[in-house]
């Protein structure tokens, strides 16, 4: 008997994306953190993640099972971060020391983003936008410029978007059985 396991990639693509998108439309300016951004980060970008990474730990994936967990810890560290100080739970970090988080995400990003030499052009893509976009709002977070904040927001919509579309890339292209949406694949 076959047991031929579905595709867990497109569920963590999606949660990794629009969690994303929705953050980095606040950070671009265009509307405040609230409950909406917060609750995306521990569902669907925090728990959809971490359930992604173990199906890609079932499929035998190392480079799924360490993106998409360690992504789905990000986003609900990131939430218990926000969160945590305003009921009163622990102290906001230090101004400036929630760089450092962001940075040392930036610099595992960067390690991934090495990862994925040798797949597909997409996934090359979000992981070098990702690692962009966390060295950036580290460098926000450690001059306190709003600028830098403004541009990583719209790096970040990019880097969200660019997620979705190759989650719905690999769910069309499959489902179609043909290439209806490129994803850049290397022979």
Same mark, same amino acid.
């Given at each position: 008997?076959?047991?031929?396991?579905?595709?867990?990639?497109?569920?963590?693509?999606? =949660?990794?994306?629009?969690?994303?998108?929705?953050? %980095? &439309?606040? %950070?671009?300016?265009? @509307?405040?953190? =609230?409950?909406?951004?917060?609750?995306?980060? &521990?569902?669907?970008?925090? +728990?959809?993640?971490? +359930?992604?990474?173990?199906?890609? @730990?079932?499929?035998?994936?190392?480079?799924?099972?360490?993106?998409?967990? $360690?992504?789905?810890?990000?986003?609900?560290?990131?939430? @218990?971060?926000?969160?945590?100080?305003?009921?009163?739970?622990?102290? $906001?970090?230090?101004?400036?020391?929630?760089?450092?988080?962001?940075?040392?995400?930036?610099?595992?990003?960067?390690?991934?983003?090495?990862?994925?030499?040798? %797949? %597909?052009?997409?996934?090359?893509?979000?992981?070098?936008?990702?690692?962009?976009?966390?060295?950036?709002?580290?460098?926000?977070?450690?001059?306190?410029?709003?600028?830098?904040?403004? &541009?990583?927001?719209?790096? =970040?919509?990019?880097? =969200?978007?660019?997620?979705?579309?190759?989650?719905?890339?690999?769910?069309?292209?499959?489902?179609?059985?043909?290439?209806?949406?490129? &994803?850049?694949?290397?022979?």
């Amino acid at each position: 008997m076959e047991n031929k396991l579905s595709n867990p990639a497109p569920l963590g693509l999606m =949660g990794f994306g629009m969690t994303t998108v929705l953050l %980095n &439309i606040h %950070n671009a300016g265009f @509307f405040p953190l =609230g409950s909406m951004i917060l609750a995306m980060g &521990i569902f669907y970008g925090g +728990i959809g993640q971490v +359930i992604a990474g173990i199906l890609e @730990f079932k499929k035998g994936n190392t480079f799924g099972t360490t993106a998409f967990t $360690s992504y789905g810890l990000f986003w609900l560290t990131l939430v @218990f971060l926000i969160v945590f100080p305003k009921i009163g739970w622990l102290e $906001s970090p230090p101004v400036g020391f929630m760089g450092w988080y962001l940075f040392m995400w930036g610099v595992f990003t960067f390690m991934m983003w090495i990862g994925t030499f040798g %797949n %597909n052009r997409a996934i090359q893509f979000i992981f070098l936008t990702l690692w962009i976009l966390f060295f950036l709002l580290a460098i926000r977070d450690w001059t306190g410029s709003a600028l830098i904040g403004k &541009i990583a927001g719209f790096e =970040g919509i990019i880097c =969200g978007l660019s997620a979705i579309y190759l989650a719905m890339a690999e769910v069309i292209n499959e489902t179609q059985k043909k290439v209806v949406l490129p &994803i850049g694949a290397r022979e």
